[in-house]
């Protein structure tokens, strides 16, 4: 069974098999996770990125996928870049949210990773309601299928850690 922890900080500082990026479908850089991602992690995320772009991913990586990276210069070993859905509310994506953490932890399991440290992914400038996509992230973590051993969600700010806590406790 899968352990879910939370921890209010910067996850590019967590240790970890994994760190999860909530990543634009680009897959080179941008705001948010993903630019300190990248920023931190140094250039080997970037040319790893431009040649998935270059072979596999032309269009970039649809919503709701998963692909790994080095992670560079982080304390982890891989990068996992996932892009979450956009928030509407006029469609219903939540299956494209939750898409994005089961892919991630089956790209996981693919590199044999235990740890795997998670962002609120599409909670930022892609405007999905934190507690909704808090609900989403632990219900589909929980119901995974997965050799990780540890989820460790990275939140950012105490507001995102506390929504996630009783989420968490539900």
Request: glycine letters at 10%; one cysteine or more; proline letters at 4%.
């Amino acid at each position: 069974m899968t352990t879910i922890e939370l921890v209010q900080g910067d996850i590019t500082r967590q240790t970890a098999d994994a760190i999860v990026n909530a990543a634009n479908s680009s897959l080179l850089g941008g705001g948010g996770v993903d630019g300190a991602i990248h920023r931190r992690g140094g250039p080997a995320i970037l040319a790893e990125c431009r040649a998935l772009r270059a072979s596999r991913y032309g269009k970039g990586l649809p919503t709701g996928q998963a692909v790994a990276t080095t992670a560079g210069d982080l304390p982890a070993r891989w990068v996992i870049h996932t892009v979450g859905p956009v928030w509407s509310r006029d469609e219903d994506r939540s299956d494209l949210l939750a898409s994005s953490y089961r892919e991630s932890l089956r790209a996981a399991d693919e590199l044999g990773a235990r740890t795997v440290a998670f962002p609120a992914i599409s909670t930022g400038i892609y405007g999905w309601p934190m507690d909704d996509g808090a609900r989403i992230a632990v219900e589909t973590v929980r119901a995974a299928e997965t050799q990780v051993e540890e989820v460790r969600f990275v939140l950012f700010d105490t507001a995102a850690y506390e929504v996630f806590a009783r989420r968490l406790e539900a």
